[in-house]
């Protein structure tokens, strides 16, 4: 979506006097309580390491897209603004800001839960055979109450692959942004961003057994193992899960605002487990490790928004869809709450489902499909696709347009003489949404949609967890060891 | 280094019929043993398997050179060659393949050696027991012969964290080919992609004693705990390896071949210790480790020698000098063999001491100083730093200048008359090479200084292997636990 012509005014690239101050009081309170944790050994460390590590991702993020987007705009990574009266060019791939600051982020963290005190014996060179000792730190600290808890030592490499995941779908992002890959071939790209994550978790835990609902135990028993079905199922939810973000995107403020209700919603499903009665839950620790990915993405998230927001001064990028959705693919893939994921995915799913004609060519799809800008009015209305005289719908999908139609799914315009089809409105929840409730300006979309999105995300996990004990014992997947 | 002008030819970027049956019978080989190895369990395997993926590391980076180079020269990923007759564009950046395709082979390659038969108890949700049993398999594996060795699941931590510093530094790779980052702030690339594997080191292994020369023993005992310095020991090679990579630049084919030859004696010293006498040695787990991550940056880098070579068809980048400079920290650091490392960059600290006058402005530095193309020749000559009328050298650079030309190390032109200084030769070993040599063709001086780098490096490592006994008394550094 790079567009190159010279572009007529540069945006600010300096932090205004209020920013800076605010920035370095946020970073100087950040560093002070990350010191205090690390050298004092004060209590309930890791969790608030993290918070303080995601005040400071906020900053830097911040200040460096203010900083970098001339500098990207002068590398080429720059796209014009169509929803405006004014057409500047703003930087694009702001999205990869973000992500490296995210992956130092989470490299610097692992001190913090990682941290151990070991009495070991060597065997020379490079073997090692190690004695733990979970006496007084790690004791104590458990004794006190669990947000205290520390990881052992062997959950290091699940973190280190979700890591390398995120690492990995950075760069394929940037490649993407770069090179305007194309949709068949950039539609596999959180398949191999999600390699690191399934190898890891094949050598380093290998469950591959699903609790049975309760109706269908007395046919299948308690537990099933599904074998490599179950890689096939971890790495659809990889693919699924950052393209539906990458296709529900074309107005300002959109991705990014999606990408952090999922996130709010599925920390406030890992406090839930937390702070749940019947305290400590199984689950425990998966959900502080879900947590300590979500918080600092939180962080770089909202300095994104700022200045994505509408009237944007930054694009994201696709980088920034195919790196958020593969945070929610870790979390939930390490945490086995994949399912819950999938609920908090149903505006993204319902956007995949409603566009899959024109995904897969049923109906022409357009290289935009992102909603039409009215100059005259100043608001958006649905983009259309038009069928000419010699170009009409073979007769099943003319009559399925009519029904879509019919149901409301779809504004379609037929000349009435002729009874030919004019055009139809573009298959995404943008131009439907635009077609249900009529024109309106770009940010009010966005509210609207985001608040609809919260709306179906607060009814999912209330559904989870009313209902889930319905059909499961538990109210989360068990994990056995085959 | 990207000019932006139209390119007059595009080069080819199909395989030729050769090229594809020969890469596709490599291909089809590689899988083949690969198959075998997962699937049939025969022995000997993550050795084997090892170079089957580097092997098939080196088709499709072959391939994908051939195939994206104009989607690189589209996004303006492309360069000049100033030292040809004929200047055309070709692409810039190539490194980034190489560099995707290894961490793909990496990551890829995990379950060969880190494949484990676990019998464990779970405690629910996340948490986890692991009881290990080492019987059958790795048991028999051991029995049979070190080779067929494989790594306790503890090791995977630091694996991934070698994994992570390559992705990291491979990020901040593109970025400077993408954005031309300054000097000053680019030598720091490294140490950011450092940080995984020291904050990995630190939490998972943490040894940093190191052994007490024999003299000194008397004075300081066996072992002395260098502690928060070792850190800063480690920092430093990893900044200044991939630097000295990175500014050992500028003809043909240097980059690429100046990496091979210090990736091939790092694994002949790697085969010594697995091949040794008193077998198995103890840091045999660490040269198995460095040959895992080796055999395969070989794979990557022959192929895209093959492309960089006089003359050549695609540019490395700087992604690549900075990544093939990070693979040999990552083997040293967690082999524990980085003195064995520098001794292997004598061509490279040399020319880093050598550049310094100009690296840190006691003489003008030019933004290229590779050696000048003689058009007439079609030889290249030292290119030179001219001084003015009005910029003369002070006093002490101008002596230090002419003691240099007496020693032969530097080519400087004076004006009889005035005694002003006209020109220096530039500081960089390619020059000097040139002011030894006479003027040559460019492949013969990359044959000539990599010649030499061969010569030195042998030598180097008969001085590590024959000499190091009288001051320690094993032939590498011993690893305690403190």
């Known amino acids: 979506m790079t567009h190159h012509s010279p572009s007529t005014r540069s945006p600010s690239t300096s932090l205004s006097q209020t920013e800076t101050l605010s920035l370095s009081a946020l970073t100087f309170a950040s560093l002070s309580v990350l010191f205090n944790i690390f050298y004092l050994q004060t209590d309930g460390e890791p969790l608030i390491a993290s918070l303080s590590l995601s005040v400071l991702a906020f900053c830097a993020t911040y200040s460096m897209i203010r900083w970098l987007g001339s500098t990207f705009i002068k590398a080429g990574l720059k796209g014009k603004d169509m929803s405006k009266i004014q057409k500047r060019e703003i930087p694009e791939c ?23 005190d070991i009495v070991a014996a060597t065997s020379g060179g490079g073997n090692k055979d190690i004695v733990f000792n979970e006496g007084e730190d790690v004791g104590d600290a458990v004794g006190r109450g669990r947000l205290l808890h520390r990881f052992p030592i062997s959950k290091l490499a699940s973190y280190l692959s979700a890591t390398i995941s995120l690492s990995v779908i950075t760069l394929l992002g940037i490649g993407d942004d770069l090179f305007d890959i194309r949709w068949r071939h950039k539609f596999f790209i959180p398949a191999f961003a999600s390699i690191p994550l399934l190898v890891v978790y094949f050598v380093d835990f290998g469950v591959t057994s699903i609790v049975v609902p309760i109706p269908l135990q007395p046919y299948l028993g308690e537990l099933i193992d599904v074998g490599g079905f179950y890689y096939v199922y971890m790495a659809s939810v990889a693919i699924f899960s950052p393209n539906s973000i990458n296709i529900l995107a074309g107005i300002n403020g959109i991705e990014v605002a999606q990408s952090i209700v999922i996130a709010v919603l599925l920390a406030v499903n890992d406090c839930l487990y937390l702070l749940t009665p019947s305290y400590p839950h199984p689950a425990t620790d998966s959900h502080l490790f879900s947590l300590y990915f979500l918080l600092p993405f939180l962080g770089v998230s909202f300095a994104l928004l700022w200045h994505n927001w509408y009237p944007a001064k930054v694009f994201v990028g696709d980088t920034y869809c195919y790196f958020a959705g593969m945070v929610f693919v870790v979390v939930s893939i390490l945490g086995h709450f994949s399912k819950t994921l999938i609920l908090l995915l149903v505006p993204q799913i319902f956007n995949f489902v409603y566009s899959a004609p024109q995904l897969f060519g049923l109906v022409p799809c357009p290289r935009h499909r992102l909603p039409r800008f009215n100059a005259r009015t100043g608001l958006l209305e649905p983009s259309v696709t038009a069928w000419t005289e010699d170009k009409q719908p073979k ?43 009529g024109p309106m300006r770009e940010d009010r979309l966005a509210i609207e949609i985001v608040g609809t999105q919260i709306v179906l995300g607060l009814f999912g996990l209330f559904v989870r967890h009313g209902l889930a004990l319905l059909i499961f014992k538990e109210d989360n997947w068990s994990i056995t060891w085959r």
């Open 94 to 116: 702001m999205g990869a800001i973000c992500a490296v600051v995210y992956l130092f982020v989470m490299l610097v963290f692992i001190p913090f839960p990682f941290y151990k």
């Open 395 to 437: 007769a099943v999908i003319g009559w399925g347009l009519k029904v879509l139609d019919k149901l409301k799914l779809l504004r379609v315009t037929v000349d009435e003489e002729t009874g030919r089809f004019v055009e139809t409105s573009n298959f995404t929840i943008l131009n439907l949404w635009l077609v249900w409730r």
